[in-house]
């Protein structure tokens, strides 16, 4: 028998639970990498494994999934997939005004560990022979700057600009991964909250934030989960690196 095999970071709440959900109920084994456990149903005919791992020490994480990916039956996989949904925003407030430690976790969380893990997972499955997707769940705010979190629009205007590089180059590799950097639309998560609750004196867009969940515009995890896989279930995934689901 072969298996669907997706790989996801961030994956105890929010969208990457949502993510890990529906892709176990189509059947994938899913290997969840978060800082909490990722506790789910486990429908019959999936597989969950679940990692506590924190992703501001990335590199021994790359590595770890590195080896596990080596250790795979390559011949029982229908297609593989990584997914780098985990990212961090530090407190809203101007970059002057930001902790060190904080603004350090946002880039390294948001762009550092997806840099390495997909280094990681392109390296582990460069001879499999099946379909290879990469996906990073980016963000508007990786395309149109505001005020008061500019660790969180950085990391996420890296991980556009990473997609473009790396689709590039696996253009040119034998088999080489579909990348695609993805903008899911606005979702009501804690990271929402987060910015909602924010000093409006410190983060002058927070009224954009709580106008957004007053007028109902915000899309539960669940639903922007259903969209994210149909993008990524697109014969034509990969053809344009940097997509919205708002755009399709």
């Given amino acids: 028998m072969t298996r669907h095999l997706t790989l996801i970071t961030g994956a105890s709440r929010g969208l990457g639970l949502a993510l890990t959900e529906q892709l176990l109920a189509q059947g994938h084994q899913v290997l969840a990498l978060a800082r909490q456990p990722t506790v789910t149903a486990v429908p019959p005919g999936s597989a969950l494994i679940s990692w506590e791992v924190d992703l501001v020490d990335s590199e021994p994480v790359a590595e770890r999934l590195a080896g596990w990916l080596a250790a795979q039956d390559a011949s029982a996989i229908a297609s593989v997939t990584l997914i780098n949904n985990a990212g961090v925003v530090s407190d809203p407030a101007p970059l002057s005004a930001g902790r060190g430690a904080d603004l350090a976790r946002a880039l390294r969380v948001g762009l550092e560990a997806p840099m390495l893990l997909t280094a990681a997972f392109l390296r582990a499955t460069a001879a499999w022979k099946m379909p290879r997707k990469v996906l990073m769940i980016s963000s508007g705010l990786g395309r149109y700057a505001i005020a008061g979190s500019a660790a969180y629009c950085a990391a996420k205007a890296g991980m556009d600009n990473l997609a473009r590089a790396v ?26 909250l987060q910015l909602r609750s924010a000093s409006a004196e410190r983060f002058p867009e927070r009224e954009r934030f709580v106008g957004m969940q007053t007028g109902g515009l915000l899309m539960s995890p669940a639903l922007a989960a259903s969209k994210v896989l149909k993008v990524l279930a697109k014969a034509d995934f990969g053809s344009q690196p940097i997509t919205d689901v708002r755009d399709l």
Wanted: hydrophobic share 50%.
């Fill in 167 to 192: 689709a590039l180059e696996e253009a040119a590799a034998p088999n080489g991964a579909r990348v695609v950097s993805l903008a899911p639309g606005v979702i009501d998560t804690d990271m929402q």
